[in-house]
């Protein structure tokens, strides 16, 4: 069992940035994959981002590529999300979450492949 803690949402305007985190606690940090997701009123979650277990596999949602940059600090059991050039369409809540993987590459892109899920922290990009 893990708990996920989001942090570091708030509101910017167009063009600002935000540096999202994610704290684990629980069993060992480095045997989850871990992914960042969204979801805005009214539609589903959605990928952001992802990264494995070895930190060395990453996919970016085509949306996000070249601004958003996801990175884990195992030691600090901590996963970050930071987001450049925000965009009003970035407004969303956002979700860390993590699956126990037993393949260090392996990128998941699913929420439903998902087990663990923190409580959100909400992203507010102004015009």
């Known amino acids: 069992q893990v708990q996920l803690v989001e942090s570091g949402g708030g509101s910017v305007p167009a063009g600002g940035s935000l540096r999202l985190s994610c704290a684990a606690s629980g069993r060992t940090f480095s045997i989850y994959g871990l992914g960042w997701f969204r979801q805005a009123p009214g539609e589903e979650r959605e990928i952001v981002a992802a990264?494995?277990?070895?930190?060395?596999?990453?996919y970016y949602a085509d949306s996000v590529k070249g601004r958003f940059t996801v990175s884990r600090e195992n030691a600090k059991n901590t996963v970050y999300l930071q987001m450049n050039s925000l965009k009003p369409e970035d407004t969303a809540v956002y979700y860390c979450?993590?699956?126990?993987?037993?393949?260090?590459?392996?990128?998941?892109?699913?929420?439903?492949?998902?087990?663990?899920w923190g409580q959100g922290t909400q992203v507010t990009v102004s015009a």
């Open positions: 990264i494995s277990r070895s930190g060395e596999a990453r």
């Open positions: 979450a993590a699956r126990t993987e037993t393949n260090s590459y392996i990128l998941r892109i699913r929420p439903t492949e998902y087990n663990y």
